[in-house]
């Protein structure tokens, strides 16, 4: 960003290895709760009592918890709600969302007025807490922890796909397509909608981060997975109340956690420098994600 | 000046009341009877009459926009209903609660703002080093752990293992100094980046590059004409960070038993006490507008270019 030569350098290479590396570090934690009844000759809900709270051992890597029951197959068998239904939840978010800000980008401004006046409001409020309003409304449980969270990040999308098409339907080309006669819901669809796709997605990959730490703490406040379910948050809760004797138990969901966010950060940093160093319309829409405010002129840093 | 403070003040207002008539109206969605949400399950024992006469007289018979203006008047007069856990006032439980969530706040901020320029100075200062690939590395690492780990980390270290500080509970600094710490260094984190790449940035200017051919100190250099005008951006990555932390508040005071307005939200929603959850929602927005109007403020202190109409 100090100078131009590595940025045409990242243009030739398309995305920075630190973003390979996040995909792949996303890919592997995927696969492995995919593989879990491969990778872990024990079922994750299989209570054995003449081995609870034992420490990591060859047979037992990650140890036992207070059941008896296998740490290393609860954790691959949790990613698979903490880290499957996290891309779903940011899957719903980022359609809720990206429908609601076309509809306020292609709306008449009094209908965008009010929509997005909405959508401010909704942003003044944190997203996690948004989430725990709603799971209040729905009582507790992994799905409406899901629809929560989707609930609660899908105004950031809105504001983004609507920022990108207020941007875009002034540029020429659209301009060229309502000249060549084509209607009005095709050009918003064709021409103007495709142009968020890129912000949309690198939103959507910092987002899964967040996600998984939301939906991880939900479960750990009691208000996400309920048991036996195993999930990474409901582990790290239950690790808390055998905390001087059995430390194993909280390393495993936790780093787990930290590496979904790290890939997904990796993974996220690297699409928006790549999206960033393409230009265009979009690019200048991920600045934050406080509501639009007055910013000095210069020297808005990106973090590296 | 003074017409964009009250543009800025009516708008945040506006939207508080947006925000808490989209609450109100979620809590009026929410399936089961409303007596009930309001009440607890107790008033099934009582008879339907006098069932039907409580829900008049709590408004709840009238059609939805009625109550949502009922509740906004309420709120104007300083009348955020009662708790339905305790029976008692909500403005009063989050009187009591409020200080606490403040402390750990301001405590933590100041931590996050401390490490984060150290850290993110020192990064920019070596960035033609070893250290700068490390520090980056160990920043991307901060920044992914999440907050209610590093508190049981935190946790597990220095008071049930070395017993120096207490692990749980309300109280003075020894209490403080856990869950602080545990939601600072996640906020560290973020701020050392962009402190590190707006210094990068700024030290690239040309009076900078004029300071230096002067024959300025390395430190005066670095400090005074770089992070001087890196500072804008940091303290706007702060203000959105503040936003986050104010979320992560909720499993810190969790992890570390604190008595603040985290605890006290998981606790309504466990109890389904609708009405102190609109209080914590009502409470924290505030926050959140007053925390970016200062930062707006603050704008006008770090770059004098900045003008507000």
Do not use: K
């Not at chain 2, 402190?195 to 009076?207: E, K, N």
């Not at chain 2, 303290?235 to 604190?258: P, Q, S, Y």
Request: glycine share 10%; charged share 15%; aromatic share 4%.
């Amino acid at each position: 960003m100090t100078d131009a030569t590595p940025a045409r350098r990242r243009r030739r290479r398309r995305l920075h290895p630190s973003g390979v590396v996040g995909a792949a570090l996303l890919a592997v934690l995927l696969a492995a709760t995919l593989l879990a009844p491969w990778l872990s000759p024990r079922g994750p809900s299989e209570v054995d009592l003449r081995r609870r709270l034992q420490p990591p051992t060859w047979a037992e890597p990650l140890g036992t918890d207070e059941l008896g029951r296998s740490t290393l197959a609860r954790v691959l068998h949790g990613g698979r709600v903490s880290l499957w239904v996290a891309v779903v939840t940011v899957l719903a978010a980022a359609a809720a969302g990206g429908a609601l800000g076309t509809l306020a980008g292609a709306a008449p401004g009094r209908l965008d007025g009010l929509l997005m006046r909405l959508v401010d409001a909704l942003l003044i409020c944190p997203p996690l807490l948004l989430a725990l309003v709603i799971v209040g409304v729905l009582g507790p449980g992994l799905w409406p922890a899901a629809i929560a969270l989707a609930v609660a990040e899908a105004p950031v999308f809105a504001r983004l796909v609507r920022s990108v098409i207020l941007t875009t339907r002034e540029l020429p080309y659209v301009e060229a397509a309502v000249a060549s006669g084509a209607r009005a819901r095709r050009v918003l669809l064709r021409h103007v909608v495709p142009a968020a796709t890129g912000v949309v997605v690198v939103q959507a990959t910092v987002t899964v981060g967040f996600v998984v730490v939301a939906l991880a703490g939900l479960g750990f406040l009691g208000l996400g997975v309920q048991p036996p379910t195993a999930d990474w948050g409901d582990m790290l809760a239950r690790a808390r109340d055998h905390l001087p004797g059995a430390p194993w138990l909280m390393l495993a969901p936790g780093a787990a956690i930290t590496a979904a966010v790290l890939g997904a950060n990796l993974l996220g940093d690297a699409l928006r420098d790549a999206l960033a160093d393409r230009g265009g319309a979009a690019a200048g829409a991920l600045a934050g994600r406080r509501p639009a405010s007055p910013r000095p002129t210069r020297g808005r840093g990106r973090p590296a | 000046m003074v017409a964009y403070l009250l543009a800025r003040l009516g708008g945040g207002a506006v939207s508080v009341a947006l925000l808490l008539v989209v609450v109100h109206g979620l809590i009026a969605a929410a399936p089961g009877d409303p007596l009930v949400a309001l009440l607890g399950p107790g008033v099934l024992g009582v008879p339907e009459a006098q069932r039907e006469r409580m829900r008049s007289e709590a408004g709840l018979d009238r059609p939805w926009p009625q109550q949502a203006a009922a509740y906004l008047g309420a709120v104007l007069r300083g009348d955020l209903g009662t708790s339905r856990r305790s029976g008692r006032p909500v403005a009063e439980e989050l009187r009591d609660r409020l200080p606490a969530t403040a402390a750990l706040a301001a405590a933590a901020l100041t931590l996050a703002l401390a490490l984060g320029l150290i850290v993110g100075v020192a990064a920019a200062a070596f960035a033609r080093s070893w250290l700068d690939p490390l520090l980056t590395g160990a920043l991307l690492l901060g920044a992914a752990v999440p907050v209610y780990w590093t508190g049981l980390l935190l946790l597990y270290a220095f008071s049930l293992t070395l017993d120096w500080l207490p692990a749980s509970g309300g109280g003075g600094w020894r209490h403080l100094l856990l869950p602080a710490l545990s939601l600072g260094l996640a906020s560290a984190a973020p701020l050392a980046r962009v402190t590190r790449a707006a210094l990068l940035d700024a030290l690239a200017a040309p009076h900078v590059v004029a300071a230096r051919a002067r024959g300025l100190s390395r430190p005066s250099v670095l400090l005074r004409h770089g992070l001087r005008n890196a500072l804008a951006p940091v303290v706007t990555v702060a203000a959105i960070d503040l936003g986050r932390m104010l979320g992560g508040v909720v499993f810190v005071e969790a992890v570390f038993g604190w008595p603040g307005l985290g605890h006290l939200a998981v606790d309504a929603i466990l109890a389904r006490d609708l009405a102190l959850v609109q209080g914590v929602v009502l409470v924290t927005a505030v926050a959140v507008l007053a925390l970016g109007l200062l930062v707006d403020l603050a704008y006008l202190r770090l770059d004098p270019r900045v003008r507000y109409r």
